[in-house]
C-alpha cells in the first residue's frame, strides 16, 4: 500500500485496524491511482519546463499537467460536474483575488479569462470589457475610467444585464457608483478604493475579483474532444498599418486606422462569423457567432441603430 498524501493517513488506519493489518484491494487501487497521478504530475510539469525553455510548443507526445483548484458547483448546466485546476509551474493560485460574494461557477470562470485575454490587448488606455456568455457586448477604452465603463455599457445593455465586467484600472467611487445601477455577475479589475468597495460590497451575490496579480501568459491553446485534441498558438498578430493596402481613392487617415485597429482588436475575441462597429474606441455593435457573415452584420446594425443610433454615422467596422 503506498501513501503519498498525509490527509489518507485516517484512512488507512481505519483500513488496518478492521482488516488487522492488512488492506483491501480496493483500497490499494485507490492509493496507487494517486501515486502514478502525483509522479505523472512532476514528470509533466518538468516535460513542459523543457519544451518551453527550447521553444517547442508541438512536442511528438504532449501530456497536460493540472492541479485541482476547487470543486464547482456545477458546470455549464446544473446537471453537469465541474472543477477548476491550474496548469502552470506555480501551481497554488491563479493570481485571481475573490474579495467579495459567493463562489465562482464554470460560466463566470469561463467569462473571466475571456476578459482578460480582450484586456491583454489594451494596456495603455482605461479599458472596459462586458462579457456575456463568452462574447463580448460592450468594448471601451477612454482616459475617464467613468467613460469607459459608460461606454462599454451602452453598446448593448440587454445583453450586458447578467455579465461580467472587466476594468484594467482600480475602480473608483464614481464608476462603482454607476456599475452599482446595474446587476452584473462578477466586476473584475485592477483593485477597488474603499469607497468603490463599500458600494458594491452592497450587494450580497455580486462576486469582486482583483487580477493585478494575474501573470498572461503566451502559451497554446487547446480543444477537446472525445479521444483527440486540437492545439494552436494563440492568435497575437495586431494589425499592422505599414502592411496594409488601400484599394480605394481616398485613403484612411492616421485616426481612422487607430479606430480600426481598436475594431480589429475587439472582433478577433468574438464568435465568428463575427461583425463589430465602432466609435470613438467603443463598440456600438456587435454581431457574433452566425454562421452567415451577412446575419452577423444584420445583428451589429440593428444593435448600433436600437442603443446607440446618435453614433452610427461615420462609424468604423471590423470583420
Known amino acids: 500500500t503506498i ?5 489518507d493517513y485516517s484512512e488507512l488506519i481505519k483500513e488496518l485496524k478492521k482488516f488487522k493489518g492488512k488492506t483491501t484491494l480496493n483500497f490499494r487501487k485507490k492509493m496507487a491511482s494517486k501515486a502514478y497521478g502525483s509522479t505523472a504530475y512532476y514528470d509533466a510539469i518538468v516535460s513542459e519546463w523543457f519544451n518551453r525553455d527550447i521553444g517547442l510548443k508541438f512536442p511528438e ?3 497536460f499537467f493540472g492541479k485541482k483548484i476547487s470543486q464547482l458547483r456545477y458546470g455549464e448546466n446544473p446537471h453537469q460536474k465541474a472543477a477548476i485546476y ?3 509551474f506555480k ?3 491563479t493570481g485571481l483575488k475573490k474579495i467579495h460574494g459567493k463562489d465562482l461557477s464554470f460560466n463566470n470562470y469561463s467569462d473571466i479569462y475571456s476578459s482578460l485575454d480582450i484586456l491583454s490587448y489594451f494596456k495603455k488606455s482605461n479599458t472596459t470589457v462586458i462579457i456575456k456568455h463568452g462574447n463580448p457586448c460592450g468594448v471601451s477604452s477612454n482616459r475617464s475610467r467613468l467613460s469607459s465603463f459608460k461606454n462599454a455599457f451602452a453598446c448593448d445593455p440587454v445583453s450586458a444585464f447578467g455579465g461580467i465586467i472587466a476594468c484594467n484600472f482600480k475602480i473608483d467611487k464614481i464608476t462603482a457608483t454607476e ?4 446587476f452584473c455577475e462578477v466586476v473584475i479589475s485592477k483593485g477597488f478604493d474603499k469607497k468603490a468597495l463599500n458600494i458594491l460590497k452592497s450587494k450580497k451575490n455580486l462576486r469582486l475579483i482583483n487580477f ?3 501573470k498572461y501568459l503566451n502559451k497554446t491553446i487547446a480543444k477537446f474532444f472525445d479521444n483527440s485534441f486540437l492545439m494552436q498558438e494563440k492568435n497575437q498578430r495586431i494589425m499592422d498599418s505599414n502592411k496594409l493596402r488601400f484599394v480605394s ?7 481612422d486606422l487607430k479606430e480600426l485597429e481598436f475594431a480589429n482588436k475587439v472582433c478577433k475575441f468574438v464568435k465568428s462569423n463575427a461583425i463589430v462597429i465602432t466609435k470613438d474606441m467603443s463598440t456600438i455593435g456587435i454581431g457574433a ?13 440593428q444593435k448600433a441603430k436600437l442603443f446607440r443610433r446618435n453614433k452610427v454615422k461615420n462609424s468604423y467596422a471590423a470583420s
Open 86 to 88: 491550474i496548469n502552470d
Open 249 to 255: 481613392k481616398i485613403k484612411p487617415s492616421k485616426k
Open 179 to 182: 456599475i452599482a445601477k446595474n
Open 91 to 93: 501551481d497554488r493560485e
Open 212 to 214: 493585478s496579480k494575474y
Open 3 to 7: 501513501i503519498t498524501d498525509k490527509n
Open 289 to 301: 457567432g452566425q454562421p452567415s457573415r451577412l446575419d452577423s452584420c444584420k445583428i451589429a446594425i
Open 61 to 63: 507526445r504532449k501530456t
